[in-house]
């Protein structure tokens, strides 16, 4: 029968391009029929073919079995392609595993090294925890065996099988602390590569080998051997300081004398993780001098992030890393060399450039570091510039309707202006640049992952140590605004905590971020993209807080208070909503006591124009969903609105009520309402106040927390409250009677507070008329007849008596049987009752509280 070989199948594959899987198909066939004929010969040019086919891609675990049969071949070359099959196909689940444990044992111990060598390395791959225990002491047997390569294949062998097999690593350590001895370089350097991998998990078992390997290091010229070696003593170090010591003379020669980068990395790696570094020894470099340690690993690392290779410019980040936490001063100097790494094209180098970069931070150089982080936000896809021309000049803001133009500003124009000129941010939040992006795809910087990296970047450097990088906080809170455009990522919250806490906490800058605060509430954009749970909503929220908080640092304005309760209010959740109506409560009654310091007929015109225009925007929001009319009086409650909102809304409304009535009349003094009620919120001065400061109020002597208040609270759950008293038809309201009380009483079902009674006024009587229990009378039922005839007409006949009704006289005289007592009612407590308002998140530092 003519066969095709592995080469035959080859050349078939390339002569049919076209219809290759066909051609596949076929010769799978064929290979399925050469299987299964006795000739070993066929069956191992069939298990060859299978072989490169599944590097193609195809299956061929079919033919598991018939691979452990050309394993058991005695000729070398058919045996060879058996056990490339098993390594390729097999996995832990594999049937016919169990069929070759007797297989590789007697490979293992074969007379030919090459059939030894075959079955090491088909046992490291096909290796399972059954495998590992069974043949483990068969494969340490190997380790004796004259020839190099077979026990230096053994050793990796054996890292394998104690994966699988932890129980026999205690018999492997003494070996491997034999092959550290062995005579030939290639097995030292096998038993040293699987010691440093297996002391990954667990370094003190190796700490017994620091002697003999501190000689390998010492003596040994092969680099990936010393490699292996100076990972394992970083690794040993931290376990035993008293290595530092001892390891500082050979690292040291190594670090100035070797050329290979891969060996220099893993030295000044091993001497900064294992705190090596630190000791007091001088060293002396390349010309002679001597120098400290750390110093010269510092300017080692030059070499590798000034490299042109992205591999070590990344590795020499990583290490710089190290090294800065340990010994920042030698950091400080690099400081333009990791500078323009962040405008490396390689992501990974910008993200390690930024992290390293923000340690650096200085009161020197953060003003530097944030216009370069803030110009790659900006000079990016993912931030859409504007023309220069279509936006207000440089340095005005407009407050309430009126232009006004500062030092400050100006400040702020120049901050957001780098050395290029583009210009970052304008005055009103509008995005420009004065030149034109190069490049169509995306960048570094259009990655979200390093956008918030960028942003966490910043706020780090500036609150690092209480804000002692700053010194002008104007400034920072400009940045922070400006990264409220900017971000192009969701950290609204982390932005929102920091504006309030630089805000609560230094007074100075306050008036500067009242000021940005309006300017954000007033950027329409801005504010039409605010939406539920979202980062603009998070950041206007606290800017109405602000604005309502400090609403006294500036002069007072009218329209502020329109800006409080914005077009987006309903999308927004009710926390959020909260805030900006208690916000506009405190602009409203700061605005009044200030028009109240020059009062005039003018101005009592425009107070009872605005108080208006209040009620009439309230009355919508309180009103919008239920198509009712907006009359004040008629407020009804939506139950869409949550119930903290609902309650502020009320108290906005009584507050104007009030003002309403005291305005009604004109008046040459302003009234005292309207110059008292800010008071209302600026009682008592607000201050931060720390998150561990409960804790440190001394508890008074006598002050027993645990025993309770007052005495025992009664159980409320089985009280059965009497209902109502019956109401007479003749002292029913009007209203009751007709459609206009049911439309009430639907109107009051949206009320939390309100409880309906049922519709059925004549079942509620007073306890005392209920019958006692003993005096209901029990009827028997007789249920047997139900499907006779007779039954069948007297319920007919009742139908009928029904439909005609009772004489008056009848329905007079009838005995009216008592109605059961009703069931108790269950009155939830307080503990069960749901908490309407949301959760508060844990703040980070020392938010204020609301008046």
Same mark, same amino acid.
């Given at each position: 029968?003519?066969?095709?070989?592995?080469?035959?199948?080859?050349?078939?594959?390339?002569?049919?391009?076209?219809?290759?899987?066909?051609?596949?198909?076929?010769?799978?066939?064929?290979?399925?029929?050469?299987?299964?004929?006795?000739?070993?010969?066929?069956?191992?040019?069939?298990?060859?073919?299978?072989?490169?086919?599944?590097?193609?891609?195809?299956?061929?675990?079919?033919?598991?079995?018939?691979?452990?049969?050309?394993?058991?071949?005695?000729?070398?070359?058919?045996?060879?392609?058996?056990?490339?099959?098993?390594?390729?196909?097999?996995?832990?689940?594999?049937?016919?595993?169990?069929?070759?444990?007797?297989?590789?044992?007697?490979?293992?111990?074969?007379?030919?090294?090459?059939?030894?060598?075959?079955?090491?390395?088909?046992?490291?791959?096909?290796?399972?925890?059954?495998?590992?225990?069974?043949?483990?002491?068969?494969?340490?047997?190997?380790?004796?065996?004259?020839?190099?390569?077979?026990?230096?294949?053994?050793?990796?062998?054996?890292?394998?099988?104690?994966?699988?097999?932890?129980?026999?690593?205690?018999?492997?350590?003494?070996?491997?602390?034999?092959?550290?001895?062995?005579?030939?370089?290639?097995?030292?350097?096998?038993?040293?590569?699987?010691?440093?991998?297996?002391?990954?998990?667990?370094?003190?078992?190796?700490?017994?080998?620091?002697?003999?390997?501190?000689?390998?290091?010492?003596?040994?010229?092969?680099?990936?051997?010393?490699?292996?070696?100076?990972?394992?003593?970083?690794?040993?170090?931290?376990?035993?300081?008293?290595?530092?010591?001892?390891?500082?003379?050979?690292?040291?020669?190594?670090?100035?004398?070797?050329?290979?980068?891969?060996?220099?990395?893993?030295?000044?790696?091993?001497?900064?993780?294992?705190?090596?570094?630190?000791?007091?020894?001088?060293?002396?470099?390349?010309?002679?001098?001597?120098?400290?340690?750390?110093?010269?690993?510092?300017?080692?690392?030059?070499?590798?992030?000034?490299?042109?290779?992205?591999?070590?410019?990344?590795?020499?980040?990583?290490?710089?890393?190290?090294?800065?936490?340990?010994?920042?001063?030698?950091?400080?100097?690099?400081?333009?060399?990791?500078?323009?790494?962040?405008?490396?094209?390689?992501?990974?180098?910008?993200?390690? =450039?930024? /992290?390293?970069?923000?340690? $650096? &931070? %200085?009161?020197? @150089?953060?003003?530097?570091? !944030?216009?370069?982080?803030? #110009?790659?936000?900006?000079?990016?896809?993912?931030?859409?510039?504007?023309?220069?021309?279509?936006?207000?000049?440089?340095?005005?803001?407009?407050?309430?309707?009126?232009?006004?133009?500062?030092? =400050?500003? /100006?400040?702020?124009?120049? $901050? &957001? %202006?780098?050395? @290029?000129?583009?210009?970052? !941010?304008?005055?009103?939040? #509008?995005?420009?640049?004065?030149?034109?992006?190069?490049?169509?795809?995306?960048?570094?910087?259009?990655?979200?992952?390093?956008?918030?990296?960028?942003?966490?970047?910043?706020?780090?450097?500036?609150?690092?140590?209480?804000?002692?990088?700053?010194?002008?906080?104007?400034?920072?809170?400009?940045?922070?605004?400006?990264?409220?455009?900017?971000?192009?990522?969701?950290?609204?919250?982390?932005?929102?905590?920091?504006?309030?806490?630089?805000?609560?906490?230094?007074?100075?800058?306050?008036?500067?971020?009242?000021?940005?605060?309006?300017?954000?509430?007033?950027?329409?954009?801005?504010?039409?993209?605010?939406?539920?749970?979202?980062?603009?909503?998070?950041?206007?929220?606290?800017?109405?807080?602000?604005?309502?908080?400090?609403?006294?640092?500036?002069?007072?304005?009218?329209?502020?208070?329109?800006?409080?309760?914005?077009?987006?209010?309903?999308?927004?959740?009710?926390?959020?909503?909260?805030?900006?109506?208690?916000?506009?409560?405190?602009?409203?009654?700061?605005?009044?006591?200030?028009?109240?310091?020059?009062?005039?007929?003018?101005?009592?015109?425009?107070?009872?124009?605005?108080?208006?225009?209040?009620?009439?925007?309230?009355?919508?929001?309180?009103?919008?969903?239920?198509?009712?009319?907006?009359?004040?009086?008629?407020?009804?409650?939506?139950?869409?609105?949550?119930?903290?909102?609902?309650?502020?809304?009320?108290?906005?409304?009584?507050?104007?009520?009030?003002?309403?009535?005291?305005?009604?009349?004109?008046?040459?003094?302003?009234?005292?309402?309207?110059?008292?009620?800010?008071?209302?919120?600026?009682?008592?001065?607000?201050?931060?106040?720390?998150?561990?400061?409960?804790?440190?109020?001394?508890?008074?002597?006598?002050?027993?927390?645990?025993?309770?208040?007052?005495?025992?609270?009664?159980?409320?759950?089985?009280?059965?409250?009497?209902?109502?008293?019956?109401?007479?038809?003749?002292?029913?309201?009007?209203?009751?009677?007709?459609?206009?009380?049911?439309?009430?009483?639907?109107?009051?079902?949206?009320?939390?507070?309100?409880?309906?009674?049922?519709?059925?006024?004549?079942?509620?009587?007073?306890?005392?008329?209920?019958?006692?229990?003993?005096?209901?009378?029990?009827?028997?039922?007789?249920?047997?007849?139900?499907?006779?005839?007779?039954?069948?007409?007297?319920?007919?006949?009742?139908?009928?008596?029904?439909?005609?009704?009772?004489?008056?006289?009848?329905?007079?005289?009838?005995?009216?049987?008592?109605?059961?007592?009703?069931?108790?009612?269950?009155?939830?407590?307080?503990?069960?009752?749901?908490?309407?308002?949301?959760?508060?998140?844990?703040?980070?530092?020392?938010?204020?509280?609301?008046?």
């Amino acid at each position: 029968m003519f066969e095709k070989s592995l080469t035959d199948l080859i050349q078939g594959l390339r002569a049919n391009k076209r219809n290759e899987a066909e051609y596949i198909q076929k010769s799978l066939e064929e290979i399925q029929s050469e299987v299964q004929q006795s000739d070993m010969h066929c069956k191992s040019t069939a298990i060859d073919k299978l072989n490169y086919l599944h590097m193609l891609g195809y299956d061929t675990n079919w033919a598991n079995f018939n691979a452990v049969e050309v394993m058991a071949s005695p000729r070398f070359g058919e045996k060879r392609k058996g056990y490339l099959a098993a390594a390729q196909s097999f996995h832990q689940e594999t049937d016919v595993l169990m069929l070759a444990t007797n297989l590789i044992r007697k490979d293992l111990a074969s007379s030919n090294a090459m059939e030894v060598s075959v079955a090491l390395d088909g046992l490291a791959q096909v290796a399972t925890p059954e495998l590992a225990t069974d043949l483990f002491d068969d494969v340490a047997a190997v380790l004796g065996h004259s020839r190099p390569f077979i026990r230096k294949k053994a050793l990796v062998c054996l890292y394998r099988l104690v994966l699988k097999h932890p129980e026999g690593l205690h018999a492997l350590a003494p070996q491997l602390r034999e092959r550290l001895d062995d005579p030939d370089p290639s097995v030292v350097s096998s038993a040293v590569s699987v010691i440093c991998e297996l002391a990954r998990t667990n370094p003190h078992n190796y700490l017994p080998l620091a002697p003999r390997l501190y000689q390998l290091m010492n003596s040994s010229t092969n680099n990936w051997m010393l490699i292996k070696i100076v990972k394992l003593f970083a690794s040993l170090t931290p376990i035993e300081p008293r290595l530092a010591k001892k390891l500082h003379g050979p690292l040291s020669q190594l670090i100035c004398s070797t050329s290979a980068m891969s060996l220099l990395y893993e030295c000044i790696h091993t001497a900064v993780v294992g705190d090596i570094i630190g000791v007091p020894l001088p060293v002396t470099d390349n010309v002679g001098r001597e120098v400290d340690f750390a110093e010269l690993c510092a300017r080692k690392l030059v070499f590798f992030y000034e490299s042109a290779d992205h591999n070590l410019r990344y590795v020499g980040l990583v290490t710089l890393g190290e090294l800065q936490a340990r010994r920042p001063e030698l950091v400080v100097n690099q400081y333009e060399t990791v500078l323009k790494c962040l405008d490396d094209p390689d992501l990974s180098i910008r993200m390690r =450039a930024l /992290s390293v970069i923000s340690g $650096m &931070a %200085t009161r020197r @150089t953060l003003d530097r570091t !944030v216009k370069r982080l803030m #110009s790659q936000l900006i000079l990016s896809n993912t931030i859409r510039l504007q023309p220069v021309a279509s936006l207000p000049s440089v340095g005005s803001i407009e407050y309430g309707g009126k232009y006004n133009g500062s030092a =400050a500003d /100006s400040d702020l124009m120049a $901050m &957001a %202006t780098d050395a @290029t000129g583009a210009s970052l !941010v304008s005055a009103r939040g #509008s995005i420009v640049q004065s030149r034109q992006l190069t490049g169509a795809g995306p960048g570094p910087a259009d990655s979200p992952e390093y956008r918030l990296l960028v942003v966490e970047a910043i706020v780090d450097m500036c609150t690092r140590q209480s804000y002692g990088n700053l010194s002008n906080f104007e400034w920072y809170v400009a940045v922070l605004v400006d990264l409220v455009y900017t971000a192009g990522v969701d950290v609204g919250q982390l932005l929102s905590e920091k504006i309030l806490d630089v805000t609560v906490r230094v007074r100075q800058v306050r008036e500067f971020s009242v000021r940005l605060m309006r300017q954000m509430l007033s950027d329409r954009q801005l504010v039409g993209r605010a939406t539920s749970g979202s980062s603009t909503a998070k950041v206007l929220c606290t800017a109405a807080y602000i604005l309502g908080e400090y609403c006294s640092l500036l002069s007072a304005n009218s329209e502020d208070i329109a800006l409080l309760l914005p077009e987006c209010f309903e999308k927004l959740d009710g926390e959020q909503q909260a805030t900006f109506v208690q916000a506009a409560i405190k602009v409203y009654t700061n605005w009044l006591r200030d028009v109240a310091g020059y009062w005039s007929t003018e101005v009592w015109e425009l107070v009872r124009a605005v108080t208006s225009s209040i009620i009439s925007q309230l009355s919508d929001l309180l009103s919008a969903r239920t198509g009712e009319g907006n009359a004040l009086g008629g407020i009804v409650a939506v139950a869409e609105l949550p119930l903290q909102v609902t309650s502020r809304l009320r108290h906005f409304v009584e507050i104007t009520k009030a003002v309403s009535v005291a305005t009604s009349n004109p008046s040459d003094s302003a009234p005292q309402l309207c110059l008292e009620l800010h008071e209302l919120f600026t009682a008592y001065e607000l201050n931060p106040v720390s998150a561990a400061a409960q804790g440190k109020v001394p508890i008074p002597d006598g002050l027993d927390l645990d025993s309770p208040i007052g005495g025992p609270i009664p159980d409320t759950e089985h009280i059965m409250f009497p209902p109502p008293p019956p109401v007479s038809p003749e002292s029913r309201p009007r209203g009751s009677q007709s459609g206009g009380g049911r439309k009430q009483r639907r109107s009051h079902k949206n009320e939390p507070f309100y409880l309906d009674g049922g519709n059925d006024a004549g079942h509620a009587r007073s306890l005392a008329d209920l019958p006692d229990v003993d005096d209901i009378p029990v009827v028997q039922l007789d249920l047997g007849g139900h499907g006779s005839e007779d039954a069948a007409k007297t319920r007919k006949k009742k139908k009928r008596s029904t439909k005609h009704g009772a004489t008056k006289r009848e329905r007079r005289n009838r005995v009216r049987t008592p109605s059961p007592p009703p069931a108790p009612v269950d009155i939830a407590g307080d503990e069960d009752m749901p908490d309407v308002s949301a959760p508060r998140p844990q703040p980070q530092s020392t938010p204020p509280a609301q008046h």
